[in-house]
T-cell receptor, first 111, second 115 residues
């Protein structure tokens, strides 16, 4: 079945550091890929998405590129802020069916 | 746009009682809503998929008689935890999917504590 693997956290960075959170997936077809962010005590917010190979999703300085050849959708940000501290979930969905989530990666940004 | 609300945000109930959680899509009609459960420091586990006007589809291992889901309208789905026990304490999150779109929009979650 479909699955998503994320790098384990927590990831601890200093403010303005470069961020990469790795995400790889296994799917039978051609899924849509998503990154969601969850702030403490809150639900999930859609951060960005990509629906086909080579698409780049971007939002709030974050970006991720749908790499079919490596089945990856790594999340990057050039300069993180303390306010980016949260849990980040990579997810996929095939043909609009249920979302399959990775385990989540905790990001902590220190000032 | 695409705002989803949940009510209540927190609820404490006694063991053996039932609790209803509401999920509403505020500015769109959602033919499909999803209910998830999240344990501390863990990912989301899909419990069931709720389609307006039909019975919910439950994931394997989820007791449909314990977690009653009703999707009575295009903007409202409810999850009722019947005869709640302390092990049902968790963070319950709903989401709604825009018609003809793949992404889901999530509610803020409901923290259920069963004492």
């Amino acid at each position: 079945g479909d699955s998503v693997t994320q790098m384990e956290g927590p990831v601890t960075l200093s403010e303005e550091a470069f961020l990469t959170i790795n995400c790889t997936y296994t799917a039978t077809g051609y899924p849509s890929l998503f990154w969601y962010v969850q702030y403490p005590g809150e639900g999930l917010q859609l951060l960005l998405k990509a629906t086909k190979a080579d698409d780049k999703g971007s939002n709030k300085g974050f970006e991720a590129t749908y790499r079919k050849e490596t089945t990856s959708f790594h999340l990057e940000k050039g300069s993180v802020q303390v306010s980016d501290s949260a849990v980040y979930f990579c997810a996929l969905s095939e043909k609009g069916n249920k979302l399959v989530f990775g385990a989540g990666t905790i990001l902590r940004v220190k000032s | 746009g695409a705002v989803v609300s949940q009510h209540p945000s927190r609820v404490i109930c006694k063991s053996g009682t039932s609790v209803k959680i509401e999920c509403r899509s505020l500015d769109f009609q959602a033919t499909t809503m999803f209910w998830y459960r999240q344990f501390p420091k863990q990912s989301l586990m899909l419990m069931a998929t709720s389609n307006e006007g039909s019975k919910a589809t439950y994931e394997q291992g989820v007791e449909k008689d314990k977690f009653l889901i009703n999707h009575a309208s295009l903007t409202l789905s409810t999850l009722t935890v019947t005869s709640a026990h302390p092990e049902d304490s968790s963070f319950y999150i709903c989401s709604a999917r825009l018609p003809s779109r793949y992404e889901q929009y999530f509610g803020p979650g409901t923290r259920l504590t069963v004492t």
